[in-house]
C-alpha cells in the first residue's frame, strides 16, 4: 500500500482536529461537544501515523490485509461520537442512571459492532466470517434503535429546537456510517470487488465526512438550536 492516502489522512486529521477546537465554542453547554469533536480526529490522526508505518498492519494468508489501528480508532472514536449525540438527546436533563444507563447501552453495542468486525476482517474466507459480519450489522442496528428510537424520543421532550438539532444530526451520522459496512463488503476484507488502495481512500473519505464534516455540522446544528432553545424559554417566562 503505497503511504499517500495514510500521511494525508494523518495531515487532514491533525488539523481538522486544530480546527474544530479554535473555532469551537469553549463555554458551557457548548465546550464539552467542542472537546469531544475535536479528540476525535485526533485519535484518528494517531491511527493514520501508526498505519503510514504499517503498524499493526496484518498481511492474510487470503492476500487481504487488516489493519489494527484502523479497527483501534474506530472503537474510541464511535463511542465519543454517539456521546456528544447522547448528551445532546439530555441536553442539560436527566438523572444520573439514566443517562448513564443510555451511555453504556450504546457504547457497548458500538464496540461490538467493531470488535465483531474486526473478527470477521481476521477470520479467513469462510461461512464464519459472514457470521461475525452479520452479528456485527446487529449490533449496529442497536446502535440505530437507541439513535432513532429512545434517545430522538428524550431529544424531542427538550423542545423543538433541540429536537430538530438532534434529528439532523443523527440523519447525518446514519448516512455516512452506512457506508462503512458497504465499503467492508465489497473490499478485500469482503467479498473482494474492490482493491485494497481503493478501500483504503473510500475509507479516507469518509472519515473526513464522519469525523471533520460532522463535527462542524453538528456544532452549528447545536448553536442555531441553543440561540432558539434560550428564545423558547424567554417566551415561556
Ligand atoms: C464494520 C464491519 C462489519 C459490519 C459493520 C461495520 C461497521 C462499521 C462502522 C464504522 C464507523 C466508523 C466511523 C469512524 C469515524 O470515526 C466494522 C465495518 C456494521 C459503522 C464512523
Not at 492474510?60 to 490485509?65: E, R
Not at 444507563?101 to 459472514?130: R, Y
Request: glycine share 8%.
Amino acid at each position: 500500500m503505497d503511504q499517500t492516502a495514510f500521511l494525508l489522512g494523518f495531515t487532514i486529521m491533525s488539523l481538522g482536529s486544530l480546527a474544530i477546537y479554535a473555532t469551537g465554542k469553549k463555554s458551557h453547554p457548548s465546550g464539552h461537544h467542542t472537546l469531544l469533536h475535536a479528540s476525535v480526529p485526533f485519535i484518528a490522526a494517531t491511527a493514520y501515523l501508526a498505519m503510514a508505518f504499517g503498524i499493526g498492519t496484518l498481511f492474510k494468508l487470503d492476500g487481504s490485509v487488516t489493519y489494527l489501528a484502523r479497527y483501534l480508532d474506530w472503537s474510541v472514536t464511535t463511542p465519543i461520537l454517539l456521546s456528544s449525540l447522547v448528551l445532546l438527546a439530555f441536553h442539560e436533563h436527566g438523572k444520573t442512571g439514566e443517562v448513564g444507563g443510555h451511555l453504556t447501552a450504546i457504547i457497548v453495542l458500538d464496540v461490538l459492532m467493531i470488535v465483531t468486525g474486526l473478527v470477521s476482517s481476521l477470520a479467513g474466507p469462510s461461512f464464519a466470517k459472514w457470521v461475525w459480519y452479520a452479528w456485527s450489522c446487529v449490533a449496529f442496528l442497536g446502535v440505530l434503535y437507541l439513535l432513532w428510537g429512545p434517545l430522538r424520543t428524550l431529544a424531542q421532550s427538550r423542545g423543538m429546537a433541540l429536537g430538530t438539532a438532534y434529528n439532523k444530526n443523527v440523519a447525518f451520522l446514519t448516512v455516512i456510517w452506512f457506508l462503512y459496512p458497504v465499503v467492508f463488503l465489497i473490499g478485500p476484507e469482503g467479498m473482494k470487488i474492490i482493491t485494497d488502495p481503493a478501500s483504503v481512500w473510500a475509507i479516507l473519505i469518509m472519515d473526513v465526512v464522519a469525523k471533520i464534516v460532522y463535527a462542524f455540522y453538528a456544532a452549528s446544528n447545536l448553536d442555531k438550536a441553543l440561540e432558539q432553545h434560550n428564545t423558547e424559554r424567554g417566551h415561556q417566562s
